[in-house]
């Protein structure tokens, strides 16, 4: 989601289907209930006061190996180039976000690097307020710094060369204006998630970050869209320390943690160890709603939690069963899941969106009876967090890599644990449209978002449909489980999953689905 010289947004959808494997049998779901709508927020409903603290450049960053004691174990061969400690405070009367932001960055490339490219985010919004960026020390002057505002990116002078594995850590003091929350969407200009509502505020892709870098390509740096995802993350470790209004609700992908001891009072501090980024959502209006999930790899709980608004307890609990389920099916399936919490938050904008470890579904789904759209994007988000959040791939160039298995798997589930509403999935999940084009084109070749979701969610699933008929269960589960065992946290390219697909079915129809050619294996 981004840029800065253009206001571009993007919309996004989902979906198609198959059969069942060797995986733990279904169990039956409850009959889905009426619900009632959501009201509106109450005038006299207005939060505390609360006054942020004023931000000082006074903190260092310790790095750690796992800042939390609740924090998922990460495998020692998986170590992240980028840590990011960021000191928040967050005035909801003025819609203001001040923060302080250490970043550290050990190169992990084979070149010596003389700049450094800086992905900003909030500049899509015309968001972000430049106070003051350091690196290692030296002030820089923004005025002079190069940018380039279609792809967000500001190209940093690094005062002295970094070589492989060295390390440049960057201070940064910035504050966030945010924009309200867009709740209309069309082909060219699709909901935010970033931002204010009058009932919830969120900090997606609100920081910003050295992107990912893949050997023999480069730096992930690509324009701007209004659909579609453009931007690609590399994983990263996360401290954060949090001032905002104690009464508010705050629903994260992070976990809690213990505080330095120089924190100030009424701090909140959280911690995430390799994620794709770190989410806040935060309302006083949130329902928590919890359902027990799967065990982990190591066996330990999986929690799975909603925050919902008055009236949707009983469809988050209905959603919560089926993320739980999707979990299980889906750990079964490709390996196991990479955290111990996954969360659901209900969005207060008509529009769904995956992040690690945390998803958003729009509201107006938790008003539907039965809960077909509800159940539909649940299951697909649940499966992106393992084609995006374990497996990142190219998301601009190559969005089929994770829009199409994650539909795939969406169709999957409901032919597995929702045979009954098949049929609705198949048509009424995509609105009567026919699946059709090429599924491999890059986000800005398809001149639209319905020919771009027709293309790649839909045609995308049908392709991932032949393949999994063609290899039966166990073929297409061990296929997906070794593509995800080689490349867990890092970025794929197509001959990554192309070429295994071609290994196992050489005959596969390349030319119904694609429109270019991939290596084969061993090229």
């Known amino acids: ?49 609360w006054a942020p603290l004023p931000l000082t450049p006074t903190f260092t960053l310790t790095p750690t190996a796992s800042p939390s004691p609740t924090a998922t174990p990460v495998p020692p061969d998986q170590a992240v180039a980028t840590q990011h400690h960021l000191r928040v405070t967050y005035d909801p009367a003025a819609q203001w976000v001040g923060v302080e932001h250490t970043l550290r960055y050990t190169n992990p490339t084979a070149e010596t690097l003389s700049t450094l490219p800086l992905i900003v985010p909030p500049w899509y919004y015309f968001a972000l307020v430049w106070q003051r960026l350091e690196i290692d020390g030296q002030a820089l002057d923004l005025a002079q710094v190069p940018a380039k505002p279609s792809r967000l990116v500001l190209e940093l002078p690094l005062p002295a060369a970094l070589p492989p594995g060295e390390t440049v850590t960057l201070y940064m003091r910035y504050g966030l204006w945010l924009p309200r929350l867009r709740v209309t969407g069309n082909e060219t200009n699709r909901p935010m998630v970033f931002g204010h509502s009058p009932r919830q505020t969120n900090l997606v892709d609100w920081y910003p970050f050295v992107p990912a870098y ?21 994983r990263a470790d996360f401290t954060l320390e949090w001032q905002g209004p104690a009464n508010w609700v705050l629903a994260t992908n992070m976990e809690p943690t213990a505080c330095p001891a120089e924190a100030a009072p009424q701090t909140r501090c959280f911690a995430l160890r390799a994620a794709r980024g770190a989410v806040l959502s935060l309302s006083p209006y949130y329902t928590r709603v919890e359902t027990p999930g799967p065990r982990s790899a190591d066996g330990s709980p999986i929690t799975v939690e909603a925050f919902v608004f008055a009236g949707h307890r009983g469809p988050a609990q209905v959603a919560l069963q089926h993320a739980a389920q999707a979990l299980e099916d889906y750990a079964a399936a490709f390996g196991p899941y990479h955290r111990r919490r996954l969360t659901l938050v209900e969005g207060d904008f008509p529009f769904s969106m995956e992040y690690d470890g945390l998803f958003f579904v729009r509201g107006s789904h938790f008003d539907l009876t039965p809960e077909k759209f509800l159940t539909a994007i649940t299951v697909h988000e649940v499966a992106h967090q393992w084609w995006f959040a374990q497996v990142g791939n190219d998301q601009a ?21 929702l045979p009954d509403w098949v049929a609705w999935w198949e048509s009424g999940r995509w609105e009567g449209l026919t699946p059709e084009g090429p599924i491999d084109g890059s986000i800005y070749e398809y001149g639209g978002f319905f020919a771009y979701r027709r293309a790649v969610y839909q045609h995308g699933e049908r392709f991932w449909a032949q393949v999994h008929a063609q290899l039966g269960d166990a073929g297409w589960t061990a296929l997906l489980r070794a593509y995800r065992d080689a490349h867990f946290g890092g970025i794929a390219r197509p001959q990554d999953l192309l070429g295994r697909v071609a290994a196992a079915w050489p005959d596969a129809p390349w030319p119904r689905f694609f429109q270019h050619t991939f290596p084969q294996p061993g090229e």
């Open 397 to 417: 160039l190559h969005p089929w890599m994770d829009e199409a298995l994650a539909t795939h798997c969406e169709a999957w589930y409901y032919r597995r644990r």
């Open 1 to 49: 989601m981004l840029p800065g010289i253009s206001a571009l947004l993007f919309l996004a959808a989902v979906a198609l289907g198959l059969t069942a494997c060797a995986l733990p049998q279904p169990t039956p779901l409850p009959t889905p209930r009426a619900l009632t709508a959501v009201p509106t927020r109450p005038a006299s409903a207005t939060p505390s006061a």
């Open 214 to 234: 893949v050997p023999g390509e480069g730096w992930v740096a690509r324009p701007a869209w209004p659909y579609g995802e453009f931007l690609t993350y590399p």
